[in-house]
Antibody
Framework: QVQLVESGGGVVQPGGSLTLSCAASGFTFSNYVFHWVRQSQGAGLEWVAL????????QYADSVRGRFTMSRDNSRDKVYLDMNSLRIEDSAVYYCVREGYTSGHAGAFDYWGQGTLVTVSP | DFQMTQFPSTVSASVGDRVTITCRAS??????LAWYQQKPGKAPKILIYMASTLVSGVPSRFSGSGYGTDFTLTISSLQPDDFATYYCQEYNRYPVTFGQGTRLDIK
């Protein structure tokens, strides 16, 4: 069965760095686009970044562009999110998400990991 | 800026009630819209994609409709398991955009 398992969350000071990982299993990893979506405590869902199936041109939300870098390793079935210059407002649960139901167009998010908590605090 | 407006933000209802949640896009998105259910402490779960296609395994009391800018999620007869927060999401293009969410409470 499809599984996405995030790791790497934790507590970091403002200005610090953290790398999140997402290990995928149960499907052909290299066929899919992946995203990171975050959710602050008590708030809604915010799209953060995506990486195409071939690792090509990534896209980022304005709020993280220039500070976060998303990547993937198709030989290890993993995606990553390098987060630098972290701010208090980056505190959130970060979800690794697979994009599915595609047919030559962007797709809906068919599988989500359980999330990993990032807390940015002085 | 592109926006998805979801309403109401909260709805209180009873088991057996019919509930409708609405999402409005600031520009036409054809049928590139999905609905998700999220329970406290859990990841969102997809219910519907392409505005009206029910995901396999999702109960038939859930239905979606709409085209262009106006979309609805309807739960025909609320069950205890349905009390949760619901989000719409457009995926017409990148970056995708989520609605603000609708919390469905027990009356």
């Amino acid at each position: 069965q499809v599984q996405l398992v995030e790791s790497g969350g934790g507590v970091v000071q403002p200005g610090g760095s953290l790398t999140l990982s997402c290990a995928a299993s149960g499907f052909t990893f290299s066929n899919y686009v992946f995203h990171w979506v975050r959710q602050s405590q008590g708030a809604g869902l915010e799209w953060v970044a995506l990486v195409p199936s071939d690792g090509g041109i990534k896209q980022y939300a304005d709020s993280v562009r220039g500070r976060f870098t998303m990547s993937r390793d198709n030989s290890r079935d993993k995606v990553y999110l390098d987060m630098n210059s972290l701010r208090i407002e980056d505190s959130a649960v970060y979800y690794c998400v697979r994009e599915g139901y595609t047919s030559g167009h962007a797709g809906a998010f068919d599988y989500w990991g359980q999330g990993t908590l990032v807390t940015v605090s002085p | 800026d592109f926006q998805m407006t979801q309403f109401p933000s909260t709805v209180s209802a009873s088991v057996g009630d019919r509930v409708t949640i609405t999402c409005r896009a600031s520009q036409s998105i054809s049928t590139w819209l999905a609905w998700y259910q999220q329970k406290p402490g859990k990841a969102p779960k997809i219910l519907i994609y392409m505005a009206s296609t029910l995901v396999s395994g999702v109960p038939s009391r859930f239905s979606g409709s709409g085209y262009g800018t106006d979309f609805t999620l309807t739960i025909s007869s609320l069950q205890p398991d349905d009390f949760a927060t619901y989000y719409c999401q457009e995926y017409n293009r990148y970056p995708v955009t989520f609605g603000q969410g609708t919390r469905l409470d027990i009356k």
